[in-house]
């Protein structure tokens, strides 16, 4: 099956800075990778996602990029936040039925 | 428009029972998937429901079942509880058949002591 691994396990940057999250995926047939955010707490929410037809894609702070030649996708997040602290998971899946392969989590905190 | 919504929120179980927890998806929504939350594990796929038929099943043991009713509203119990079953159970509901994001349900927190 899928095996999705994610780094770093926690990262911790300056307000203001960029944030960097790294996920690799084993299956060549994946071609769904969403990221979500959980806040302490919480239920986690999808913040943004790419599918495998696409290199890179953006909403406002926050970009995806996917190499689908290494197999690997990442999480960009730029003029960080306070509001940005919080665990983010990668998750991989392919067209069979809404079954998702998640990342370890990245624990994120934004320093004042 | 409402959510998807868990019930409960928290349960505290002895080693040995049974529990079922109970999730309603966002209206329009027919495909439920359940995940175990855990520290040490992550997220990890339970089972996921479409049309009240199972349709994906991860690497749980039998005690872990599911179903789906017509409404779509799903519930998954878990028997002969053990002390490891202690997790935040989350399900997630999505648009039929593709593989859109997940929304998630807040989560039924178990403790099994």
């Known amino acids: 099956g899928e095996n999705v691994e994610q780094h770093p396990s926690t990262l911790s940057v300056q307000e203001g800075d960029s944030a960097v999250i790294k996920c690799t995926y084993s299956d060549s047939a994946s071609n769904y990778f969403p990221w979500y955010k959980q806040e302490l707490g919480k239920r986690p929410q999808l913040i943004i996602d790419?599918?495998?037809?696409?290199g890179e894609k953006k909403d406002q702070r926050i970009a995806v990029t996917l190499n689908k030649t290494a197999k690997h996708f990442s999480l960009h997040i730029t003029e960080t936040q306070p509001e940005d602290s919080a665990v983010y998971f990668c998750?991989?899946?392919?067209?069979?039925?809404?079954?998702?392969?998640f990342g370890s989590g990245t624990k994120l905190n934004v320093k004042p | 428009k409402a959510g998807v919504t868990q019930t409960p929120r928290y349960l505290i179980k002895t080693r040995g029972q049974q529990v079922t927890l109970s999730c309603s998806p966002i209206?329009?929504?027919?495909?439920v998937s359940w995940y175990q939350q855990t520290p040490g594990q992550g997220l990890q796929f339970l089972f996921e429901y479409f049309s009240e038929t199972q349709r994906n099943k991860g690497n749980f043991p039998g005690r872990f079942s599911g179903r789906q009713f017509s409404n779509s509203r799903s519930e998954m119990n878990v028997s002969t509880l053990e002390l490891g079953d202690s997790a935040l159970y989350l399900c997630?509901?999505?648009?039929?058949?593709?593989?859109?994001?997940?929304?998630f349900g807040s989560g039924t927190r178990l403790t099994v002591v």
């Open positions: 790419i599918r495998s037809n696409v």
């Open positions: 209206s329009g929504h027919r495909s």
């Open positions: 998750a991989a899946s392919k067209n069979n039925f809404n079954k998702f392969y």
């Open positions: 997630a509901s999505s648009l039929e058949g593709k593989n859109y994001g997940y929304t």
